[in-house]
């Protein structure tokens, strides 16, 4: 495991395993000097970077209380931090498409610390807690499967309130129609979003109309990224809001 960092930093680089943190070796390692006591002020942004498994599975005796441990370990030493980034390989390369259960409960607990968070998933995603909420930023990117789109949309959908970020690439389960619609048809609105990035792929390939007429659902929206064709034939995700 490594931390990188500066005398005085802003955001903390942890490269890890999951391995560390499901037998402990993680704790530990953050336990002994240089970092057993350290408290980091003014740091508001954490990277945990996972490398890949090993491929033998390995039955961790205390699994469940060393991850509540990390993650206490993580709040301590940065109590200021918004934003945690968890990144890399998670879970085994076997042929499902999500990583397993123990890798979904890991990053839920570490997400439950902030209120901005972003996940890159280079292989599998894991499953996405859709108890998160008072979430201001989330941006995702899964570059080896595209199971993870439906599960962060309905997130995004939640969070509806809050965010002022969001970011999705790529996935082939998105479109504009999935952000402002809920699966039960009513309307879904965007009060405080500044920034919206999408990469996918609508679920039809003829644009059509918007099916709330006259809805505002980014009413503050600043900057528009989009990289897919767009879901409506007319000015649906651009009427009324801060920049037009």
Do not use: W
């Not at 959908?157 to 389960?173: E, Q």
């Amino acid at each position: 495991m490594g931390v990188h960092t500066n005398l005085y930093p802003k955001e903390l680089v942890i490269n890890l395993s999951e391995q560390e943190v499901y037998s402990g070796a993680a704790l530990k390692e953050l336990s002994r000097e240089p970092f057993n006591d350290c408290i980091f002020p003014k740091v508001r942004s954490i990277s945990l970077v996972f490398s890949q498994m090993a491929e033998d599975e390995i039955d961790f005796p205390n699994i469940e209380s060393n991850v509540s441990a990390f993650v206490e370990r993580i709040r301590t030493m940065a109590l200021m931090v918004k934003n945690i980034s968890i990144a890399g390989e998670l879970g085994h390369q076997d042929q499902t498409p999500f990583a397993d259960d123990r890798s979904s409960r890991l990053v839920a607990q570490l997400s439950r610390l902030v209120t901005e968070l972003d996940y890159h998933f280079d292989y599998r995603p894991v499953r996405i807690d859709q108890q998160l909420s008072g979430l201001c930023s989330l941006v995702y990117s899964s570059y080896g499967s595209n199971d993870g789109g439906k599960a962060i949309m309905e997130l995004g959908r939640c969070n509806a309130s809050t965010l002022r970020v969001l970011d999705i690439f790529p996935s082939a389960h998105i479109d504009i129609a999935s952000l402002i619609q809920n699966s039960d048809g009513s309307y879904v609105q965007y009060p405080c979003l500044l920034e919206l990035r999408l990469n996918g792929r609508p679920r039809e390939d003829v644009p059509r109309s918007s099916v709330f007429p006259g809805a505002v659902p980014f009413p503050n929206l600043r900057r528009l990224k989009l990289k897919h064709v767009y879901s409506y034939s007319d000015d649906t995700i651009f009427r009324g809001n801060a920049a037009t």
